[in-house]
């Protein structure tokens, strides 16, 4: 079992649908970050979010860290070929120094 | 221009070799990080270093060894190489232990 289970691990939508990833855990964070990773390339870094229940947005994403800061999700709105990747959240575990735990990952293919 | 470079892009050896992976950054960062990516892209953290410390995942053999010459680079060395030791190894960076992690575009690790 992994400290961050993301759901679901696969979606294929089609362009102009909405969708929603979930990061879930039983642990608590300082903050978390999602990351989205093209293939061939490295995770870049979309948004991190800091506050239990705080709300971020990035144009039709939308984040939010719940209130408890054990979980997150992700939506995306109108969803368009070049949101196609792999999603990543990754949690910072308080007292654990500069360690971020990765999430399981979503794979998401939009289909045009 | 490219800010966290990795070389090679891809290794392919014998099993029972040494090699090294190069890391580099230019973003002035004082934070850099070693992820191991395996073939079902879970990212695992490896090691994050920076001028005070080294914290090491205490689930990384220790055939695999940090070596930082200077602040902007962090080279993996690993001794005896496995088939297991087959995946995508990335490189990252960060200024301070919270703030976002930038990438390089990783290191395809193949083990005959």
């Known amino acids: 079992t992994q400290l961050l289970e993301q759901s679901p691990q696969f979606l294929s939508i089609q362009e102009g649908e909405n969708l929603t990833v979930y990061c879930n855990s039983s642990?608590?964070?300082?903050?978390l970050q999602w990351y989205r990773q093209e293939p061939g390339e490295g995770p870049v870094l979309l948004v991190t979010v800091v506050t239990g229940g705080e709300v971020k947005k990035l144009k039709r994403l939308t984040f939010q860290f719940g209130d408890a800061r054990k979980d997150s999700s992700l939506h995306i709105t109108a969803a368009q070929p070049g949101d196609t990747g792999l999603y990543l959240c990754a949690g910072e575990r308080p007292n654990t120094g500069n360690q971020f735990y990765f999430g399981t990952g979503t794979s998401l293919t939009v289909i045009p | 221009d490219t800010a966290v470079s990795q070389t090679p892009k891809y290794l392919v050896t014998q099993m029972g070799n040494d090699k090294s992976i190069k890391c580099e950054q230019n973003?002035?960062?004082?934070?850099m990080y070693w992820y191991k990516q395996d073939s079902k892209k879970f990212l695992k953290i490896m090691f994050s270093y920076n001028n005070k410390e080294l914290i090491i995942n205490e689930t990384v053999p220790n055939r695999f060894s940090p070596k930082s010459p200077d602040k902007a680079h962090l080279n993996l060395h690993i001794n005896s190489l496995e088939l297991g030791d087959s995946a995508v190894y990335f490189c990252?960076?960060?200024?301070?232990?919270?703030?976002?992690?930038?990438f390089g575009d990783g290191t395809r690790l193949s083990i005959l």
């Open positions: 973003l002035g960062h004082d934070t």
């Open positions: 990252a960076s960060s200024q301070g232990d919270q703030g976002p992690q930038h």
């Open positions: 642990s608590v964070f300082s903050s």
